[in-house]
């Protein structure tokens, strides 16, 4: 028996996975980034990614892979006022740095004449966005600090976002050591990349995120468990990965609800396993189905609906001839659904279902398309 029995799963968005499970080629690509500094094309990248597919936590993570490389972090998220903030986090972040230790006492000098502030009392100091971000970036690039701005749940329409970007580009220019991460929904991401104006933005660096292989999920799944102190069987781990069908969150769900079944006992069986994977179900549904459900108008569901009789792939031209409609009409829907992450392209004339349990949820809740 073991008496410490913190569970060490994560099934909460925006929390940073004890093991970033299927995503080591792009960490040792950004550790690289951010270990070679200015010149590298990897500081500028953009993630996309459906829902729950792990992009909150993969930038708060690589903040703090950055933070380990000597470099401060902002975070924010796409929405008005995001500029600000990024400029006060920045400032804050730099007068952190002004520590009165010996350690520190040359880059005070030079931060703290920049940040202008008493150690306890930062304030940004006068003149534009762009200008007092300059200043501040020289100073902390004079003492080979750089700067990470990561940006959330991008928005394209949003003008501090195409203001954020054209400012970054100047900056690059400039060869500073400057790193700028976007994430978002793979639909809005392309529709950013389509604006004219941020249109640099196309040569940086992109990564998909897609659903991870099952046997990184079962790299994952022991790891966390033997993390929390705990072991399991081989068999129960095969269970939880065909549960967690490759999606970060569903994983975590599965951990979180098998390891809760007998937290005391020493090792996770199948038996807990099966029930908990049959709670993490449940969970999903009611976290994840239910609420894209509500996101989508009736069109939606009947392309939906209209897939449900593919056993796996749905053909485009199938899909508008079971809705009687022409074929720029299932290319509009098709485009939305891409968006919200609920289904996937295979080919340019094939989609099919990408969000684990959609289908059975849609095929329970409406049934297929009624002619
Ligand atoms: N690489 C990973 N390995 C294991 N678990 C992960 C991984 N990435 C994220 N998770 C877990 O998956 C869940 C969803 O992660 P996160 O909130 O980052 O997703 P998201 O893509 O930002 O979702 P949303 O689009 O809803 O904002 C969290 O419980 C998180 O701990
Ligand atoms: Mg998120």
């Avoid at 790299?219 to 781990?237: C, D, K, L, S």
């Amino acid at each position: 028996m073991v008496s410490a029995s913190k569970n060490p799963f994560t099934p909460t968005f925006g929390r940073v996975p004890a093991l970033m499970t299927g995503r080591e080629q792009i960490l040792a690509e950004m550790t690289r980034a951010f270990e070679s500094g200015p010149g590298n094309p990897n500081l500028s990248t953009i993630f996309a990614g459906a829902r729950g597919t792990g992009k909150t936590a993969l930038l708060l993570h690589l903040s703090r892979v950055a933070q380990e490389q000597g470099w401060i972090s902002v975070n924010v998220s796409c929405i008005p006022g995001m500029l600000e903030d990024i400029a006060q986090q920045a400032y804050e972040a730099a007068a952190d740095l002004v520590d009165p230790s010996e350690h520190a006492r040359l880059r005070s000098v030079t931060i703290g004449s920049v940040v202008g502030v008493e150690w306890d009392n930062p304030e940004v100091p006068a003149g534009n966005w762009r200008t007092r971000m300059s200043r501040l970036l020289k100073a902390l690039n004079a003492q080979d600090i750089g700067l990470v701005i990561t940006v959330d749940e991008v928005q394209p329409n949003l003008d501090e976002m195409i203001q954020l970007a054209s400012v970054y580009q100047h900056f690059v220019g400039e060869e500073r050591k400057v790193s700028l991460l976007l994430a978002g929904l793979p639909g809005k991401m392309s529709s950013l990349l389509r604006n004219e104006s941020v249109s640099f933005l196309r040569r940086a660096n992109k990564h998909t995120l897609r659903p991870i292989a099952d046997e990184e999920i079962a790299i994952g799944i022991r790891y966390t468990v033997e993390e929390g102190g705990r072991t399991i069987q081989a068999p129960a781990i095969e269970a939880a990965v065909k549960a967690s069908e490759g999606f970060p969150y569903l994983m975590q769900l599965v951990g979180f609800q098998s390891w809760e079944q007998r937290p005391h006992a020493d090792e996770i069986t199948l038996d807990d396993v099966n029930l908990g994977a049959a709670m993490a179900r449940k969970n999903f549904v009611e976290r994840v189905l239910e609420a894209t459900y509500f996101d989508l108008s009736p069109n939606d569901v009947r392309f939906l609906q209209a897939m449900l009789e593919d056993p796996e792939e749905s053909r485009l031209a199938d899909i508008a001839e079971r809705l009687g409609e022409a074929s720029n009409y299932t290319s509009t829907y098709k485009r939305r659904l891409i968006e919200q992450g609920v289904i996937g392209e295979r080919g340019p004339s094939f989609v099919a279902f990408e969000l684990p349990g959609f289908r059975d949820y849609l095929a329970q809740k409406c049934g297929p398309l009624s002619k």
